[in-house]
């Protein structure tokens, strides 16, 4: 009997973004599926995270065809290029939160007014029932002990953290991660990565960029090798880190000393 594979939740069809004459998507397909990890690794500069940002609209692709849950963002046909009306991608991207490097928390709020702020000001969900899934979501995150510290009180892991259960308070399909533990001190982020992984295995799908083959190695169930605004590869932990079929990802996987064995 044949299995089917889960249904996509993002579909990306030649997406292509430029900063004047700088290309650094020249037409880029995934696909993501319900309850997949999957990480794009590759040099700086591959267009990793402008990858992420084109996904959730912050920034625009100028090309090429994005669905999420089967709704058209953008499209592409023979003779034009249209991008759905910012409602739309407002309430899409309500429902793709993505987590920064740096956090970005409201310095000026607990860690719960933190966390509620999405349910509350962009779901408008009445205050009681937005404080009830904010400490859900801390909990989730071991945080909740931390509920009404300020930003300043806490270490770059527990902000972290919170930024993670202020994403998770939106109740989303699909959160996309912009290498989040690039800013933390060593001893930090394992932690981290072991709340982004125990989410996985409870079968939320993440999209995650990172630099740390540790991490990659660990979670994905898919792998996308991103250099020069393609995706060079794409296969399983093994297909990347054993196999790799080309001679640039042959290249940067040894170089990285990220080989396995």
Do not use: W
């Not at 889960?6 to 290309?23: F, H, M, R």
């Not at 399909?173 to 125990?198: C, H, K, N, R, Y």
């Amino acid at each position: 009997m044949t299995i089917e594979p889960p249904p996509p939740v993002i579909t990306l069809e030649q997406i292509y973004k430029s900063y004047g004459d700088n290309a650094v998507l020249r037409g880029v397909d995934l696909t993501v599926r319900q309850g997949e990890a999957v990480f794009l690794i590759g040099p700086s500069g591959g267009g990793k995270s402008t990858l992420l940002r084109c996904i959730n609209f912050l920034e625009r692709p100028e090309a090429g065809t994005l669905t999420f849950l089967g709704e058209t963002l953008c499209s592409q046909n023979r003779t034009n290029f249209s991008i759905a009306p910012e409602k739309q991608l407002r309430r899409a991207r309500s429902r793709m939160p993505m987590v920064f490097q740096q956090f970005n928390l409201f310095s000026h709020r607990t860690v719960l007014e933190n966390v509620m702020e999405g349910p509350v000001t962009v779901k408008k969900m009445p205050k009681n029932a937005g404080v009830g899934l904010a400490r859900e979501a801390l909990d989730r995150v071991h945080m909740l002990q931390k509920q009404d510290h300020y930003p300043d009180q806490l270490s770059g892991g527990q902000k972290q953290r919170v930024a993670i259960a202020r994403a998770l308070a939106m109740e989303p399909p699909v959160i996309l991660f912009d290498e989040p533990t690039s800013a933390l001190d060593p001893e930090l982020v394992s932690g981290v990565q072991t709340i982004i992984s125990d989410l996985s295995n409870q079968g939320l799908t993440l999209l995650v960029v990172t630099h740390d083959p540790a991490f990659v190695q660990s979670t994905a169930h898919k792998v996308c090798f991103c250099d020069d605004g393609h995706i060079l590869e794409s296969g399983t932990v093994s297909d990347i880190y054993t196999n790799p079929r080309t001679q640039r990802v042959q290249k940067f996987i040894l170089s990285s000393g990220s080989r396995m064995t």
